[in-house]
């Protein structure tokens, strides 16, 4: 690109037409390479130091988006139809589960048991209540498969399980007022959702009885609904409000109209990758939430401080060199931010569960198409518009507005706003202004300190729908259905059970389950060694030692009821407890069950729900240093060749974390803890999904660098401009104030309307998130940000020399060195704003 749009001699030494518009800058504090405006100072106020002109990689990327303005936008157009074809044609779909670690104990046991017993079938459950109080009735079974008929001619169905078929007491309620009927389907669970309402609607309950329907299908139907829902409320409420700020920044409607114009490119290219994506690998249905999330912050942050930075420089240079100078200070700061967020969604791949992984793949596609369409089709849209991006002004107070509109205003007030005046007081006593700020920040984030964790699987996770209380009702009102079970298969290699057990191992797996039984929190244990009703246990005992081939024909039946138990060479066992399967005492029961010896010459694994969530905090545990290691040190990294200075990396990352440990602890507060759940409208479980924590990391992260960059990037514009380290972080939170303060909230609208969602993960994710905002673009950003540079001083820019030239040579970081004889090519100012593109 540099070479593309390089300047030749003559480009530099020409002049355009009209007046120039700096000159040197010259006294005690000015750095060469720094200029003023010309013409006369206006009032009482000075003349505005100009920044040096911008050399390097961005510079050449603003040249190269000016020179190619008119194709530019047409091949991002291209690219989203392209996109949203390919994904029409060959998308995958987005899955519901992934939150199981491959190759761990449960999914061992779950594979043993698919190949021992066959694949266990997906199912529809109808839950019938009988208002004469006699389910078991022949009667009421009678009116009971009549309502399934049309159900059972559907091709997904495969099979219609009733009490009046088995007698199953987990077919009736403890009090005999409800039924339970089950219809097997033939496809798998994640394909059978989109039969899920079809099926239903094929079941016509008895005149009178009430119905409910629910099984894993007709949970995810209903959860997919509700995603969608929220999704489309969140777009609602959150655009017309970032419309109103926009407006409030710009004060012009083609400016304000930008930002959502890149929010429309990037925020399709994204979902058509993800779409294409799913072909590949699994990706949750969480991703279209979150990438809509950080996709409409971005995209409107990004194109707000670039449309901003664009306006600025057009009130002293032409389109093509405003476009440059933008290109090579926001331009640049956007990149690394956009990196910097990148970085941060980047750690969740590192986890094992795919579900996690694909968030991360979620958001790294998100931040990359922002940031094509803001380095980009944005600059070129910029460069077509010239000073028309100022049309259509829209007449607001002047104390709404959040920015200067007014050019003589501006360039007389740049740095000397209410952001900078706020800085100059915290620089006068940074100590006695930080400290207790930062004390107020730690002891915000206390709660945090006693999180408990889950794997967000229990039934009060889900969003309250039909199925949900489905579910409700067979936990509280059938046999065995308080808790998900721990399913265990106990296998003995190598031999053949031929469907029962003999006396030896009767014995052996006896004792075993006595050991179960043993154990706190365990309630019951089924088994093979467990009768059918009915049959006496000795005679069910003396049986059972008999091969399946061998029995008397009048026990044919109990072949049919081991089919269940015993599978080649396994038999299984289900340990019911009171525990909360997806709780650190539900993960202790399935620890102590690990540890019990096996039965005599067999092997054990253990599966079910408890089991998958000891094993998926196991490696997330495992995990957690790794991410947080890879965001923390690469982040620095990134922010030292931006910067090139030792301190402003650490500094940067301690104020995130400070930052995200305030939020964090809010989380706690609030949906661990339940203050303020019946105003915030949701139900809390006691404990946080173990992955909400980490991708809240993940996102505030990147996004605190995202104003951290901005805010940094200004700042040293300033300083090199000035060469007066307190000046400069006046006048750069000055300058940048106005900006952040419209992008945070609209950072905000975009969280909070998230955090109306029914779905607690997504409303957990936006409200906190929303807080955390306004935490680091206020008590951050606006005050200890300032008073750490102040007590730093020229350290803040300090790295050994040789380092520093080094890290110029990459292009991202320009050193005193680098801008010393830059001069800002000559150019002309019109009445406002700068030259039209022609």
């Not at 750690?347 to 380095?375: K, P």
């Not at 200075?645 to 609030?670: D, E, R, T």
Request: no cysteine.
């Amino acid at each position: 690109m540099a070479f593309l749009t390089r300047r030749t001699d003559d480009d530099r030494t020409t002049p355009t037409n009209g007046p120039r518009t700096t000159e040197p800058l010259s006294g005690p504090l000015a750095p060469a390479g720094a200029f003023i405006a010309s013409g006369p100072p206006s009032g009482d106020w000075p003349r505005p130091i100009l920044e040096p002109h911008p050399t390097g990689l961005f510079a050449a990327i603003g040249r190269f988006d000016y020179r190619y303005r008119r194709l530019l936008p047409m091949l991002g157009l291209g690219l989203v139809i392209g996109l949203n074809v390919w994904a029409g044609v060959g998308g995958g779909k987005l899955i519901q589960g992934g939150w199981f670690i491959p190759g761990s104990e449960e999914q061992q046991e779950a594979t043993l048991i698919a190949q021992r017993f066959g694949q266990q079938p997906t199912t529809m459950l109808v839950i019938y209540h009988d208002p004469d109080g006699n389910a078991a009735s022949d009667a009421f079974q009678a009116k009971v498969k009549a309502s399934l008929v049309d159900v059972l001619k559907d091709p997904v169905a495969d099979g219609l399980v009733t009490y009046a078929d088995t007698h199953s007491p987990q077919l009736l309620s403890r009090n005999g007022t409800e039924t339970l009927a089950v219809i097997k389907l033939t496809k798998p669970i994640e394909d059978s959702v989109e039969d899920a309402g079809r099926l239903a609607a094929k079941v016509h309950p008895p005149q009178g009885v009430p119905t409910q329907i629910t099984g894993i299908p007709q949970v995810y139907k209903e959860f997919n609904a509700k995603i969608e829902h929220d999704l489309v409320q969140a777009e609602t409420i959150s655009l017309p409000i970032a419309l109103l700020i926009l407006l409030a920044v710009f004060g012009t409607l083609v400016a304000a109209g930008l930002p959502l114009l890149m929010a429309a490119l990037a925020l399709p290219s994204t979902f058509a990758v993800i779409s294409i994506l799913a072909n590949v690998t699994d990706m949750s249905v969480f991703v279209t939430n979150l990438a809509s999330m950080i996709g409409l912050a971005l995209a409107i942050d990004y194109s707000l401080f670039m449309v901003s930075r664009f306006r600025e420089e057009l009130r002293h240079h032409s389109v093509e060199i405003a476009i440059e100078r933008m290109m090579g200070s926001v331009g640049r700061a956007v990149a690394v931010s956009g990196v910097a967020v990148a970085i941060g969604l980047s750690s969740l791949i590192v986890f094992e569960a795919s579900a996690l992984r694909s968030m991360g793949y979620a958001g790294i596609i998100t931040v990359v198409s922002t940031l094509i369409f803001a380095l980009t089709v944005l600059p070129a849209m910029l460069a077509m518009l010239g000073p028309r991006v100022n049309r259509f002004r829209v007449p607001l107070p002047r104390r709404l507005r959040l920015i200067e509109d007014d050019t003589a205003a501006a360039d007389r007030r740049q740095g000397h706003g209410l952001w900078a005046w706020i800085a100059a007081r915290v620089m006068r006593r940074p100590l006695l202004i930080a400290g207790p700020i930062l004390a107020l920040l730690l002891l915000a984030g206390a709660p945090f300190l006693s999180l408990q964790l889950s794997t967000g699987q229990n039934i009060t996770d889900l969003p309250d729908t039909p199925a949900r209380a489905g579910f409700m009702t067979l936990a509280n009102d059938f046999p065995g259905g308080q808790s998900d079970p721990i399913a265990v298969a106990v296998t003995w290699s190598g031999s053949n059970l031929d469907g029962g057990l003999d006396t030896g191992r009767q014995a052996s797996l006896s004792d075993y389950i006595g050991r179960v039984m043993n154990l706190k929190g365990v309630t019951d244990v089924l088994s093979a060694l467990t009768p059918p009703p009915a049959v006496p246990a000795a005679q069910y005992s003396a049986l059972l030692a008999i091969p399946a081939g061998q029995r008397p024909a009048e026990a044919a039946g109990m072949s049919t009821y081991l089919r269940d138990w015993i599978g080649g060479d396994t038999t299984r066992v289900i340990v019911y407890s009171k525990l909360l399967p997806d709780s650190d005492a539900g993960r202790e029961l399935v620890t102590q069950v690990r540890g019990l010896a096996a039965p005599a010459g067999s092997q054990v694994l253990t599966g079910g729900l408890p089991s998958r969530s000891a094993d998926f905090m196991a490696s997330f545990r495992s995990s957690v240093p790794v991410a947080v290691l890879i965001v923390v040190v690469v982040t620095a990294g990134v922010l030292f060749l931006t910067f090139g200075s030792v301190f402003l990396p650490i500094k940067a990352v301690l104020m995130s974390l400070i930052s995200i440990s305030a939020s964090f602890g809010a989380l706690v507060w609030l949906f661990q803890q339940g203050h303020l759940s019946g105003l915030l409208g949701f139900e809390p479980s006691g404990a946080i999904g173990a992955w909400l924590p980490v991708i809240m990391f993940a996102i505030l992260f990147g996004l605190s660098m995202d104003y951290e960059v901005l805010l940094l990037s200004r700042i040293r514009e300033r300083y090199l401009a000035t060469g007066n380290n307190t000046r400069a972080v006046a006048e750069g939170i000055g300058i940048t104030g106005g900006i952040i303060t419209g992008a945070a909230l609209i950072m905000v609208a975009v969280f909070a309307a998230f955090g109306l969602s029914s779905i607690l993960f997504i409303k957990a994710l936006g409200i906190i998130q929303a807080l955390a905002v306004l935490i680091d673009a206020t008590l951050v950003r606006g005050l200890l940000v300032p008073a750490f540079m102040r007590v730093m001083g020229r350290v803040n820019w300090w790295a050994p020399r040789w380092v520093q030239r080094a890290v110029s040579r990459l292009g991202l970081y320009e050193d005193a060195e680098s801008v010393r004889h830059t001069q800002p090519p000559a150019d002309a100012v019109p009445a406002r704003g700068g030259f039209a593109a022609s």
